[in-house]
């Protein structure tokens, strides 16, 4: 009978420290997956910023060519109305 309460004694030991681990090596995976995510929402911000800047430059870049396309047609324009002269 002793031994079977030293047996059990020790199976039950063995089983808190075994849910030790599990419990620590739970906490490690959830403290990983929040670094993942935060790691994930960081891209996500990134990207977006360089979507915005990107969207910002193409936007420069249109009225530039723009600018430059009524430049263009004044001149022309212009050269056509000194012709008419």
Known sequence: ???????????????????????QEIEE???????FRLQLEQKKTQLALECEKRAENELKMKREIRFLLEACIKAKNDDQEEEDY
Do not use: F
Request: proline share 0%.
């Open 1 to 23: 009978m002793r031994l079977k309460l030293v047996w059990a004694a020790e199976l039950i030991h063995e089983a808190t420290q075994e849910n030790r681990e599990l419990k």
């Open 29 to 35: 995976l959830l403290l990983e997956n929040d670094r």
